[in-house]
């Protein structure tokens, strides 16, 4: 079969294609003929070598998010599967290939009515903007601020802040992204780039802040962000795409009387993960979340996929089509 190679860490150049072995399902296991491949941020960073992550061990096929159609059943996982519409992670391998193993036990149904592009472009991100949704609760009238607002993970936020009738300020790094997230309904959207977007933030919710601070990229951006959060609000830091994480003292929360609200809080176990995935893709389904894939790349362009990622061009979602 082919597949995306990665036998040294670097820029998007080491994803290599070439050949691999068809992979055949071992206990409890079933191989998937892939459809689509999700690429979240950090796997951009895993191929640098600059993850805040484990890193695995190259030569390796990189990619844990895929969809596609169950086409063989090892022993001990259930013969009905084949044929099932599915998505599933790896394990953090595996995936930038036509066909790949996963665990039985691991995979979740698409619903009908839904494509395998969407439902991939929600494995995810849908997974963690509901739970990062669900944990902070943003209410009526509520000022919501989600950093990199175009993206996949960011688009999905402003429309569940939007669902719960929450004001939302959209902040992403160009034009063409801040036109993407006042598209989706953002009452406010700011360049984080420029000087001073912090005091605008402030004038629009009327000096007072705002009670939610969506917080996936960190660094200064994040430090920022959460200066804007008013006394009693929530910060949800879950990201680094800035390159590290948003760096407050857990005495500043304190004296400020902000809730933080992290990864680990969210996610308590696979089963959790699971789980919300499974609720993304049935909000999907009904109508209520709409994922945005910004743009699409043969699986033989995966190096390309990471360099627009990396400079920032993608909108949305970035998916491999193999």
Do not use: C
Request: hydrophobic fraction near 45%; aromatic fraction near 4%; glycine fraction near 14%.
């Amino acid at each position: 079969m082919r597949a995306v190679w990665l036998r040294e860490f670097g820029g998007p150049e080491v994803l290599v294609p070439g050949e691999a072995p068809d992979p055949e399902p071992g206990p409890g296991q079933v191989v998937v003929q892939v459809a689509a491949i999700g690429i979240p941020f950090v796997e951009t960073q895993i191929r640098s070598g600059s993850a805040p992550v484990p890193l695995p061990v190259p030569p390796i096929i990189p990619g844990n998010g895929v969809g596609g159609t169950v086409i063989a059943v090892g022993p001990e996982a259930d013969p009905a599967l084949a044929g099932r519409r599915v998505v599933t992670s790896l394990g953090g391998s595996g995936g930038y290939a036509e066909k790949a193993v996963a665990e039985a036990a691991g995979l979740i149904p698409v619903p009908d009515g839904l494509g395998l592009n969407d439902a991939v472009a929600l494995l995810a991100d849908g997974r963690t903007a509901l739970g990062l949704h669900r944990s902070a609760e943003p209410r009526p009238g509520e000022w919501v601020l989600v950093e990199s607002a175009a993206g996949g993970l960011g688009t999905l936020l402003v429309q569940l802040a939007l669902g719960a009738g929450a004001q939302v300020i959209a902040t992403a790094s160009s034009r063409r992204k801040l036109d993407l997230a006042a598209k989706l309904g953002a009452h406010v959207t700011l360049d984080y780039t420029e000087p001073g977007w912090d005091e605008r933030a402030r004038r629009a919710t009327g000096g007072a802040g705002v009670q939610v601070a969506y917080d996936g990229v960190g660094g200064e951006i994040g430090r920022t962000s959460f200066g804007l959060v008013a006394p009693g609000g929530r910060f949800l830091m879950f990201g680094a795409a800035g390159g590290s994480l948003t760096d407050v003292s857990s005495a500043e929360f304190l004296r400020r009387g902000v809730d933080l609200i992290t990864g680990r809080r969210l996610f308590a176990s696979p089963a959790a993960m699971r789980a919300l995935a499974a609720d993304a893709l049935a909000e999907a389904a009904a109508g209520r979340l709409s994922p945005v894939i910004g743009q699409t790349y043969p699986l033989a362009r995966a190096a390309e996929a990471h360099a627009a990622i990396e400079a920032r061009t993608a909108l949305g979602k970035t998916l491999l089509i193999p």
